[in-house]
Protein backbone atom coordinates (compact mmCIF):
# COMPACT_ATOMS: atom_id res chain seq x y z
CA UNK A 1 0.00 0.00 0.00
CA UNK A 2 1.41 3.72 -0.71
CA UNK A 3 1.24 6.35 1.87
CA UNK A 4 2.86 9.79 1.73
CA UNK A 5 3.60 11.85 4.62
CA UNK A 6 3.82 15.34 4.78
CA UNK A 7 5.50 17.60 7.23
CA UNK A 8 7.32 20.79 7.67
CA UNK A 9 4.12 23.01 7.62
CA UNK A 10 3.56 25.47 10.91
CA UNK A 11 2.94 29.36 11.37
CA UNK A 12 5.50 31.56 10.17
CA UNK A 13 5.75 35.25 9.33
CA UNK A 14 5.75 37.41 5.43
CA UNK A 15 9.01 36.54 4.51
CA UNK A 16 10.31 33.76 6.38
CA UNK A 17 11.23 30.26 4.65
CA UNK A 18 9.63 26.25 5.18
CA UNK A 19 10.67 23.47 3.90
CA UNK A 20 8.33 20.95 3.63
CA UNK A 21 9.11 17.03 3.17
CA UNK A 22 7.23 14.15 1.67
CA UNK A 23 8.22 10.67 2.62
CA UNK A 24 6.87 8.10 0.29
CA UNK A 25 6.43 4.20 0.84
CA UNK A 26 6.82 2.52 -2.22
CA UNK A 27 9.00 0.48 -4.21
CA UNK A 28 10.71 2.46 -7.07
CA UNK A 29 10.19 6.04 -5.43
CA UNK A 30 12.32 7.00 -9.00
CA UNK A 31 10.42 6.21 -11.75
CA UNK A 32 7.60 8.21 -10.24
CA UNK A 33 6.46 12.22 -11.21
CA UNK A 34 5.81 13.73 -7.74
CA UNK A 35 3.88 16.87 -7.21
CA UNK A 36 3.03 19.37 -4.35
CA UNK A 37 -0.74 21.35 -4.35
CA UNK A 38 -1.58 23.66 -2.06
CA UNK A 39 -5.48 24.15 -1.27
CA UNK A 40 -6.75 27.27 0.32
CA UNK A 41 -10.03 27.92 2.57
CA UNK A 42 -13.34 27.86 0.13
CA UNK A 43 -10.64 27.28 -2.68
CA UNK A 44 -10.11 24.47 -5.26
CA UNK A 45 -7.02 22.10 -4.85
CA UNK A 46 -4.15 23.86 -7.29
CA UNK A 47 -0.71 22.50 -8.63
CA UNK A 48 2.22 24.36 -7.07
CA UNK A 49 5.33 22.41 -8.78
CA UNK A 50 6.31 19.46 -10.29
CA UNK A 51 9.01 17.18 -10.81
CA UNK A 52 9.34 14.16 -13.06
CA UNK A 53 11.26 11.21 -13.18
CA UNK A 54 14.20 12.75 -14.90
CA UNK A 55 16.49 14.95 -13.76
CA UNK A 56 16.38 18.28 -14.01
CA UNK A 57 12.40 18.76 -15.17
CA UNK A 58 10.69 20.68 -12.84
CA UNK A 59 7.57 22.84 -13.30
CA UNK A 60 6.38 25.70 -11.02
CA UNK A 61 2.65 27.58 -11.30
CA UNK A 62 3.89 31.46 -12.03
CA UNK A 63 2.90 32.18 -8.64
CA UNK A 64 5.59 30.66 -6.92
CA UNK A 65 8.14 30.91 -9.42
CA UNK A 66 11.67 32.11 -8.20
CA UNK A 67 10.53 31.22 -4.66
CA UNK A 68 9.76 27.76 -4.19
CA UNK A 69 12.38 24.90 -5.45
CA UNK A 70 10.43 21.26 -5.69
CA UNK A 71 13.67 18.79 -5.47
CA UNK A 72 13.59 14.66 -4.19
CA UNK A 73 16.41 12.70 -2.75
CA UNK A 74 15.25 9.12 -4.38
CA UNK A 75 17.87 7.44 -1.99
CA UNK A 76 15.56 8.62 0.84
CA UNK A 77 12.29 7.94 -0.64
CA UNK A 78 11.13 11.76 0.14
CA UNK A 79 9.97 14.71 -1.90
CA UNK A 80 10.82 18.40 -0.21
CA UNK A 81 9.53 21.54 -1.03
CA UNK A 82 11.61 24.73 -0.31
CA UNK A 83 9.81 27.94 0.14
CA UNK A 84 11.27 31.22 0.97
CA UNK A 85 10.03 34.57 0.62
CA UNK A 86 6.33 33.38 2.20
CA UNK A 87 3.44 35.32 1.70
CA UNK A 88 0.13 35.08 3.62
CA UNK A 89 -1.10 34.05 0.15
CA UNK A 90 0.79 30.92 0.71
CA UNK A 91 -1.56 30.08 3.23
CA UNK A 92 -2.92 26.69 2.71
CA UNK A 93 -2.58 22.94 3.39
CA UNK A 94 -0.13 21.39 1.28
CA UNK A 95 -0.63 18.18 -0.30
CA UNK A 96 1.91 15.91 -1.70
CA UNK A 97 1.24 13.62 -4.83
CA UNK A 98 2.42 10.73 -6.60
CA UNK A 99 1.79 10.79 -10.66
CA UNK A 100 0.71 7.27 -11.64
CA UNK A 101 0.77 7.73 -15.09
CA UNK A 102 2.54 11.17 -14.08
CA UNK A 103 0.08 13.66 -15.42
CA UNK A 104 -2.26 11.74 -13.30
CA UNK A 105 -1.83 11.72 -9.49
CA UNK A 106 -3.05 8.33 -7.93
CA UNK A 107 -1.83 9.21 -4.24
CA UNK A 108 -1.99 11.69 -1.91
CA UNK A 109 -0.73 12.63 1.67
CA UNK A 110 -2.70 13.72 4.10
CA UNK A 111 -1.19 17.18 3.97
CA UNK A 112 0.82 20.30 5.93
CA UNK A 113 -0.80 23.30 7.36
CA UNK A 114 1.45 26.23 6.41
CA UNK A 115 0.25 29.73 7.53
CA UNK A 116 1.71 33.17 7.11
CA UNK A 117 0.72 35.75 9.04
CA UNK A 118 2.17 38.97 10.68
Known amino acids: QVQLVESGGGLVRPGDSLRLSCAASIHGFSMYAMAWFRQAPGKDREFVAG????????YYTDSVKGRFTISRDNAKNTLYLQMNSLKPEDTAVYYC???????????WGQGTQVTVSS
Open 51 to 58: IGSSPGST
Open 97 to 107: GLGDPPEVIAY
